[in-house]
């Protein structure tokens, strides 16, 4: 006679009871996969929006896959694999965020790192509205996802940059 509760699980999940995962602030920092956040200017006038690049050094003896977003690639998905995070104190900061609709994966989408390789993606794109911070002192982690196929639920947090805003 599982099915009550079942039911119940389930109506407890769609009633937003059951505890989401874990802080993003308090994730581990990647290992073995080495990811780096780079703030492109430590300081932003208010009303600019902030842009950074992701450094991505694979320190594992074999290729990893990871969403090749060099040049403008998939801004659908930079989201969900290079997910930005920005924090003031010991506190994320809320901004508004545009909702973005991915479309549909490929092989194509993904390169190859091979061990000991090491790539850069500069200027990324991200749907927060960062250019509406207030003037402060700021840093920026992501949480990297390098590989649905291999796990679809771990991602693991980048180092931070930090930047500041000014009047």
Known sequence: MAWPVSAAILVAVAAGSVQQPDDPILRPACERISVSLLAEAPQVKAADKPRFSVAVSNNT??????LDVRDG?????QDSYFELFVIQGRRSVDVPMAISDPGPLSAADFLELRPGARVLFRDISYKRALQELPAGAYEAFILFWRDPVLSH???CRSTSARFTVQD
């Not at 690639?73 to 998905?77: A, F």
Request: hydrophobic fraction near 20%; aromatic fraction near 0%.
């Open 73 to 77: 690639r998939r801004p659908d998905l």
């Open 61 to 66: 003896d074999r290729s990893v896959r990871v």
């Open 153 to 155: 639920t771990t991602r």
